[in-house]
């Protein structure tokens, strides 16, 4: 099976690869772009210095239709956080068209060529990792760390068929829509266990304890989960920073997106084959079909929001998204469901039904006079079991109709939920 591992990879890694000509492009406007930055720094005499971040100087970047490159505007003490927006606008003067990204900073994003983008991200600069105001100040760390420590050809391989695994299974991102996989996290991660295949082989295991990995042993293994925040422990692994022992660089991985990645790992590992590679969109069509041979109900939803696009959309959309799967809950089986948001201000996704054909309502106490005569108007038959009313009702409508119902009567949880549009078919 590994001799037939290693055809795949090798056929894979000609498609992440990016080609010279792409690496050439991004150099060349790097260097450009940084040159203006520091001329604009020492022109208004701003105490900062700029260093590029990201996978490209890490060599660990993979093939992409367009390419982001982080720069990081590193400002010194005298600086409040306040001040970084303001400073950083006047840094990047020379430019047009910048896009302002909102989140736990503020930050740029500059379209330099038509595949090629700069993220401008201002951090504060530090020298010691527990000075940081905010994760972005880590950053500076994590790429010296890397660029020290993956040197071995098979390695960085390792690195980019790890990416390029998790983005086709959905699991890249440490997002809050995602709860995934970071960068970093792959590239420490790799770096541990060698190889893309160990990677695989070890997170594929099922457990039932949480698998903590301390690659600097900063830790007594036994105290990892006492001494470490327990905020930071909630995921199921636990990836010690080797920057910084009071972070867990996989926070942020839930386990519904790691069992999704360990469904795929092991799937992979059993079957090896390239479409493991390739990030393939919701085809709903075939979903829906698939449903109804199953003699299943199918429900596809669009879900708008006018929340800034990028994490915060597609954070709303997704706690959305939820939202909908638990009312669905009550009156039907979901055997599946999916969700897709590409970075606009829209996402779309669908439910797998089976309806419960009868639930049971549990009611009110027979002597709570006044919500028994509420109860007895919204269902037409009910009795009575231990002091208490209940109501069995049949279901006789479709997930679509449940749906349209549903958004009618709560149109001010949608809208205090930051969604202006549902749309279901």
Known sequence: MAGKIDVILNEVFEKINPSENELKVINENLLDFMDKIKKRIKKFKIDCDVFVGGSFPKRTIIKKDFYDVDLFLRYGKRYSEKDYPKLSRKILGFTKGIIVIHGSRDYFKVKVSPTVFFEVVPVKRIKNPKEALNITDLSYFHVNYIKKKIKLKKVLEGVRFAKAFCHASKTY?????????????????????????????????????????????????????????????DSPVILVDPTY?????????????????????????????????????????????????????????????????????????????????????????????????????????????????????????????????????????????????????????????????????????????????????
């Open 245 to 425: 022992k009071a972070r867990n660089v996989l926070a942020a991985l839930s386990y519904e997106t790691y069992e999704r990645f360990r469904e795929s790992a092991a799937s992979f590992l059993k079957k090896p084959s390239k479409e493991f590679f390739e990030y393939k969109k919701i085809d709903f069509n075939k979903s829906k079909s698939g449903a109804e041979k199953k003699g299943l109900e199918f429900l596809k939803i669009r879900i708008k929001t006018k929340k800034e696009r990028g994490d915060i959309a597609g954070t709303k959309l997704l706690k959305f998204f939820n939202h909908m799967a638990k009312e669905l809950e009550k009156y039907f089986e979901i055997r599946y469901k999916d969700f897709e948001y590409s970075g606009g201000k829209a996402g779309e996704g669908y439910f797998t039904l089976k309806s419960r054909r009868e639930i049971e309502f549990r009611g009110p106490f027979v002597k709570d006079k006044k919500n028994l005569i509420k109860f007895k108007k919204e269902h037409t038959k009910t009795y009575e079991k231990k002091g208490r009313v209940y109501a069995f009702e049949k279901i006789d409508f479709s997930p679509g109709e449940f749906l349209g119902k549903w958004v009618e009567k709560n149109k001010k949880k949608i809208k205090e939920m930051s969604i202006n549009g549902v749309e279901g078919g």
């Open 173 to 233: 991102g440490a997002e809050s829509y995602v709860k995934g996989f970071s960068g970093y996290s792959l590239e420490l991660l790799i770096y541990y266990f060698k190889s893309f295949e160990n990677f695989l082989k070890i997170l594929s295991k099922k457990r039932s304890e949480k698998l903590i990995i301390d690659i600097e042993k900063q830790y007594k293994k036994e105290n990892v989960l006492f001494d470490m925040n327990g905020s930071k422990l």
